[in-house]
T-cell receptor
Framework: DAKTTQPPSMDCAEGRAANLPCNHS???????VYWYRQIHSQGPQYIIH???NNETNEMASLIITEDRKSSTLILPHATLRDTAVYYC??????????FGTGTKLQVIP | GAVVSQHPSWVICKSGTSVKIECRSL??????MFWYRQFPKQSLMLMAT?????????EQGVEKDKFLINHASLTLSTLTVTSAHPEDSSFYIC?????????????FGPGTRLLVL
């Protein structure tokens, strides 16, 4: 079973920030939190990952709570091309990835 | 960088035939590659972990004799669906981990859609 939980769906207005939450209450101290997204009929695309500190790259920002039990992916200015299923994942020491059901983000014009 | 390709992108075959899918890391070496399967409106399910030069490790419920995996080099892994049946129709996706990369980032291929008639 997936070790993360996410809301099944979210809407976001184009141009606004999209904030996607994820709970990973069973994550261990040395496991990273990864975010990927899957646009329809394509392979998942890597977005960002983090361990303890907040992270930012050209695609998104990742905010991780101090207790590491949850995180939020922020797309600062959502566009229609950001419509996808977003997966929050933790990777175990055996490098195994277990995908949950993710959050289906719909960006609305 | 970190590009993973798959070939073919889609394939239609008759029931009982075998289908080979290739997964290549184009600009990095991958000690470990992973194979996933995704049915319509469902999430990705890990099938097996493929390590270069050794036997693959299969997830529970995945038949190793039906889904043959070969990882002969640091840039190529193949998945062969033997004696394919209609219920094997699915979207097959591979991923690769950069041998020299930090962390455990996996990069995914574009997927191969298999339709068994």
């Amino acid at each position: 079973d997936a070790k993360t939980t996410q809301p099944p769906s979210m809407d976001c207005a184009e141009g606004r920030a999209a904030n996607l939450p994820c709970n990973h209450s069973t994550i261990s101290g040395n496991e990273y939190v990864y975010w990927y997204r899957q646009i329809h009929s394509q392979g998942p695309q890597y977005i960002i990952h983090g361990l303890k500190n907040n992270e930012t790259n050209e695609m998104a920002s990742l905010i991780i709570t101090e207790d590491r039990k949850s995180s939020t992916l922020i797309l600062p200015h959502a566009t229609l091309r950001d419509t996808a299923v977003y997966y929050c994942i933790d990777v175990d020491i055996y490098q195994k990835v277990t995908f949950g059901t993710g959050t289906k983000l719909q960006v609305i014009p | 960088g970190a590009v993973v390709s798959q070939h073919p992108s889609w394939v239609i075959c008759k029931s009982g035939t075998s289908v080979k899918i290739e997964c290549r890391s184009l600009d990095f070496q991958a000690t470990t590659m992973f194979w996933y399967r995704q049915f319509p409106k469902q999430s990705l399910m890990l099938m097996a972990t493929s390590n270069e030069g050794s036997k693959a490790t299969y997830e529970q419920g995945v038949e190793k004799d039906k889904f043959l995996i070969n990882h002969a080099s640091l840039t190529l892994s193949t998945l062969t669906v033997t004696s394919a049946h209609p219920e094997d129709s699915s979207f097959y996706i591979c991923s690769a981990r950069d041998r020299l990369g930090l962390g455990e980032t996996q990069y995914f291929g574009p997927g191969t859609r298999l339709l068994v008639l």
